[in-house]
């Protein structure tokens, strides 16, 4: 049992996840910095309100606390803006850019008679002379 245990931590999948979770809470508290230090003050500069909580209606005895949800709601949109736009998208500029230099056409093929490099286009090979019939 502890053999199978032992199996289990030590496959690739779980130790995948265990760097992920770590790595994902790292990289909150990163995003949550660039939001309460870099995009919150810039709407407040704006907007000259930098907090909304304070906002609430009464009907009938009870309180109706709609700033803490218009916080929650921009700090949704910008959280979702910090992580499009810082990650999102460069990572998938720098995959773009990979996927354009491994997409390159090949430009020869092999001659099935003796194997040698031909161009794609050649209808005879220029190592054996055999006709190329494809």
């Keep these: ?4 245990f032992k199996d289990f931590l030590l496959r690739g999948n779980v130790i995948d996840l265990a760097v992920g979770v770590v790595m994902g ?4 508290k990163v995003v949550s910095s660039i939001v309460a230090n870099l995009l919150t003050p810039l709407i407040a ?3 000259k309100v930098p907090d909304f909580s304070a906002l609430k209606f009464h009907i009938n005895g009870s309180e109706f606390g709609y700033g ?4 929650e709601i921009i ?3 910008l ?3 910090a992580i499009f736009f810082f990650v999102v998208k460069p990572v998938n500029m720098l995959t773009n850019l990979t996927k354009k230099e491994a ?8 001659c099935p008679e003796c194997l040698g490099e031909i161009p794609i286009a050649a209808k005879r ?9 494809e």
């Design 79 to 81: 959280v979702g803006a």
């Design 68 to 71: 803490l949800l218009v916080n």
């Design 45 to 47: 500069a704006v907007a």
């Design 25 to 28: 809470t790292a990289f909150q």
């Design 75 to 77: 700090s949704f949109i």
């Design 125 to 133: 090979c220029m190592h054996c002379g055999q006709p190329i019939h």
């Design 103 to 110: 997409a390159a056409a090949p430009t020869t093929k092999k």
């Design 1 to 4: 049992m502890l053999k199978e």
